[in-house]
């Protein structure tokens, strides 16, 4: 008879403890953005600029390090005021505008003319 410990440390290390990955277009989409510098704008004319952390399914978005820049009077030399953050969270409610840092050539590649899933069918219905 074996040593229940023993069996019970074999069991668990035979669980696999990484999380469903969701496959879907978006999803992958979103991972390709993640820890990127991201400018989001807010509806009082704010702007947060951080590295993108995470998005919910409601849409709000965590930056950190972020930084935050606001407009100032018309009397100071900077059209904006820059103060640290940190980490926050912005509310989907308040999002008017959002810019992620990304080369020419991934600009470019993002770009197309035709949705991927329609091109897949198109491929699918010619094999027929």
Known sequence: MG????DTISTVQDVDWTPEINTSPN???LRKLLYRRMMVGVNDGRFFAGSFNCI??????ILQDALEYRPVRRSSPSPYEQR?????L???S????CHVEASLEEQLSSLSIAPQESTQ???DNNNI
């Open 27 to 29: 999803v992958h989409q």
């Open 84 to 88: 640290c953050l940190g980490l926050i």
């Open 3 to 6: 040593d229940p410990l023993q």
């Open 94 to 97: 308040c999002q008017t505008s």
């Open 90 to 92: 912005i509310p989907a």
């Open 121 to 123: 069918f198109q491929e």
């Open 56 to 61: 919910d399914k409601q849409g709000n978005i």
